[in-house]
């Protein structure tokens, strides 16, 4: 039925556009008349129209017996035209309705947007906003975003943890071009194979996502969108360099091939080769490491049939070893002598996107996503050796349109995951393979005003997880200019890779404790289940003749089924399903204000009530600050000559945070209940001289903030009491760097 209605669709469109045309320009009212990309324009009571260009243009088949022309823009009066004779071009204008306007952050380099207008709470980050911090990767492209937390995952691997919503990555779904990547294998590692400069933009959406882009999200969504040949730059390089030996270079180069072919590649290399025990505990307070990363990406693009594609292939080693500073893996590797590891990692990838826009029907259009990966893991953490295989193909199918009008819009289409894994943990193999057949449906009403609601639903068939109905509702209200009310509800679902997600567990001298349920999910465990429910305010305003806006927003998860890792016992970790017994809510508040022209401040404050019902009793998340606060300034000097200064500095406060318990342990290996608060600085100036050339210069952590003891008995790492897991702040102390952008357009 569906192949029957498609093959309807495009013979109306092949018939359409043998017809006559009309065409025309829609512009904003008033004294210089600008052009409204983006407008609506369609026949009163039909399915025909189109939206204009760039400049405003439009054009479209023309349909005598209708003979009005509805015109349609956010933020603008909806008008209806009279159409007599197709041969005359149209000058249509629309008055402005309102002040509704996207809000931005905007200096003539960085960028952070949130929308008014769209029903999720989504927030825009540019590349350019990336560049207030040497992002050197994605694990550190969150420094400046307060919705964002970023912590190391241990005291000895050097890996950052983020957080959602107080929820750990897993808990996200994070994908590179709406095809999810960082799972599975790659969920400890995975932020870091994806180099800053290759990112376009990210979006960030809290709570829960689309039902389009699967089942798995709880905490929220992380979109990376990546640079693309015809738009990025000929030729950029990218070279960095740190006090702590870190060293690291970037390359692009995009050509055209013919005139619809382009092509880039894009090369990474990163090295660190020093060893430091700034603490003098007798463990390098980062690991040695050095990764090569090369991806070569293809775009065609055929604008006059609709037609764009993007293809890339990605090969990845990256290599880490970590441990005591007198480790020699040539000598002490599982040995008992020497604590050590090592951590090595190939990955390819192959992934493509393609879209078909109707020219004459531009509000109907399909896609396709493809993608498959070889990911390869093997390690060893002092005595313990962790090993993970993992090949997965992903496929996404999808078809868009509108109902009578372009204020109803749909989306609906299938999909199918397939993971097959395999394990070895310590002397045990663990093998399974996942698959799943979805099909999704989501319904979109915008009336350009006030009201925005998107409702959708997904089906899947697990082969381990049965049947299940995925439930995702989203809701923006406007009830004044410059304010937009969201609320969502929805649900998630997800198999834990217990050992893949929690890597950290092996550099600990604890034992491993499953608890099965005697289910058919991974390990003999359940799958988890959440719900999430949110409600958020924005509200624009101006204060003192300058922008401003607030946002305020609480979000709760409530899990009907967790996997718990248990870490209460400081002997111990054990895996067991909850039911009912765990939640998280989190409360923040954000205030963004343009102080002058090129001067704006972003001050936030967040709120965490994360409890959960462990074996011992209901107990805080541990390692969660339940305060945390965070400021961000922000100067860029009038351009002058094609150059300019620019100035950025970010505090964070993050307030004691629960230590697991250590009661038990002899007095000497004993932590407090909590941690003390954590206070950093993060600074850089960049100096712009060209559009081709700018330095930069900045430090992390410059009040040198340092954690005294964050690896419990060191002295001793292969008794009983070793773990590296308490981490709540700094290890290195301040680090300085430097590098340099040039480029060619």
């Not at 192949?3 to 025309?24: D, H, P, T, V």
């Not at 937390?149 to 071009?177: C, H, W």
């Not at 799972?183 to 990112?199: D, E, K, M, N």
């Not at 016992?569 to 895996?575: G, N």
Request: hydrophobic letters at 35%; proline letters at 4%.
């Amino acid at each position: 039925m569906k192949r029957i209605f498609c093959l309807f669709m495009l013979f109306l469109g092949i018939c359409a556009g043998a017809q006559e045309k009309i065409s025309g320009v829609v512009y904003e009212r008033g004294e210089k008349n600008m052009p409204l990309p983006g407008a609506n324009v369609y026949w009163l009571g039909t399915q025909v129209g189109t939206v204009t260009d760039f400049d405003g243009k439009f054009d479209l088949p023309y349909k005598s017996e209708s003979q009005q022309l509805v015109v349609s823009y956010i933020g603008f009066t909806t008008d209806t035209v009279a159409v007599r004779d197709a041969k005359i071009p149209l000058k249509i204008e629309l008055a402005p309705k309102s002040n509704l306007d996207e809000i931005k952050i905007v200096s003539k380099k960085q960028a952070t947007s949130r929308s008014f207008l769209d029903a999720q709470n989504v927030i825009n980050v540019s590349s350019d906003e990336l560049l207030k911090a040497a992002c050197c990767n994605l694990s550190e492209s969150f420094e400046t975003n307060p919705s964002i937390d970023v912590n190391f995952a241990d005291a000895i691997s050097g890996t950052r943890q983020i957080k959602m919503l107080g929820l750990t990555s897993p808990y996200i779904l994070i994908a590179t071009e709406n095809i999810p990547t960082v799972r599975g294998a790659s969920q400890a590692y995975g932020l870091t194979f994806t180099p800053g400069t290759w990112v376009e933009s990210i979006q960030i959406t809290k709570g829960a996502g689309s039902v389009v882009n699967g089942y798995e999200s709880m905490a929220g969504q992380i979109n990376v969108e990546l640079q693309k040949p015809t738009k990025d730059d000929r030729f950029f390089l990218n070279l960095y360099g740190a006090t702590n030996q870190r060293f690291e270079l970037n390359s692009h180069f995009n050509t055209p091939v013919s005139k619809k072919w382009s092509t880039g590649l894009y090369v990474h290399g990163n090295i660190h080769q020093e060893k430091h025990d700034v603490n003098h505990d007798g463990f390098l307070d980062m690991p040695l490491y050095h990764q090569v990363n090369v991806m070569n990406r293809w775009q065609y693009t055929d604008t006059e049939k609709g037609l764009v594609g993007f293809f890339n292939i990605r090969a990845l080693t990256d290599e880490k070893q970590a441990g005591q500073v007198n480790f020699d893996p040539e000598q002490h590797k599982l040995g008992n002598q020497v604590w050590g590891s090592e951590i090595k990692t190939q990955r390819y990838d192959f992934s493509s996107k393609f879209g078909y826009v109707n020219p004459d029907l531009p509000w109907q259009n399909m896609g396709a996503q493809f993608s498959v990966s070889h990911h390869n893991q093997e390690s060893y953490f002092g005595l313990r050796r962790y090993d993970i295989t993992q090949n997965s193909i992903f496929t996404n199918f999808m078809y868009n349109s509108i109902i009578s009008d372009s204020r109803h819009k749909i989306k609906t289409g299938v999909s199918f995951t397939y993971d097959d894994y395999e394990e070895f943990v310590e002397n045990k193999s663990y093998t399974r393979t996942d698959n799943a057949v979805g099909a999704f449906f989501e319904y979109n009403f915008d009336n350009l005003e006030k009201l925005n609601l998107t409702l959708g639903l997904r089906a899947d068939q697990h082969n381990r997880m049965g049947f299940f109905l995925t439930p995702r509702l989203h809701i923006r209200y406007s009830p004044w200019g410059k304010s937009a009310f969201r609320a969502s509800i929805g649900r998630g679902k997800r198999l834990a890779n217990i050992f893949a997600e929690n890597q950290n567990l092996f550099a600990t001298a604890r034992s491993i404790k499953i608890y099965p349920s005697n289910s058919e999910g991974a390990y003999g465990l359940d799958a988890e289940i959440a719900w999430n429910y949110g409600v958020s305010f924005l509200q624009g305003f101006n204060l003192w003749g300058n922008k401003a806006d607030i946002i305020v927003d609480f979000y709760r998860t409530d899990f009907e089924n967790q996997l718990v890792a248990d870490w209460e016992s400081p002997t111990q970790i054990q895996f067991y399903n909850l039911k009912n017994e765990s939640y998280a809510n989190s409360f923040q508040v954000e205030a963004n204000y343009n102080i002058a022209k090129g001067l704006h401040t972003r001050l936030a404050y967040k709120y965490y009530d994360i409890k959960t019902k462990y074996l011992s009793g209901e107990k805080l998340k541990p390692l969660t600050a339940q305060h945390r606060f965070f400021a961000n300034l922000s100067y860029e000097t009038p351009i002058k000559n094609n150059s300019t200064w620019k100035f950025d500095v970010t505090y964070n406060w993050l307030g004691k945070q629960r230590f697991p318990q250590t009661d038990s342990n002899p007095q000497a290996y004993q932590l407090p209940e909590f941690s003390p608060e954590v206070n950093t600085v993060n600074a850089q100036v960049t100096r712009v001289f060209s559009p081709k050339f700018e330095v930069y210069l900045g430090g992390e952590n410059i009040t040198n903030v340092r954690q005294n003891r964050p690896i419990l008995a060191a002295d001793n790492p292969f008794g009983s009491n070793f773990d590296t897991t308490f981490v709540y702040g700094p290890i290195f102390g301040s680090m300085y760097y430097m590098g340099l952008r040039y480029k060619l357009n």
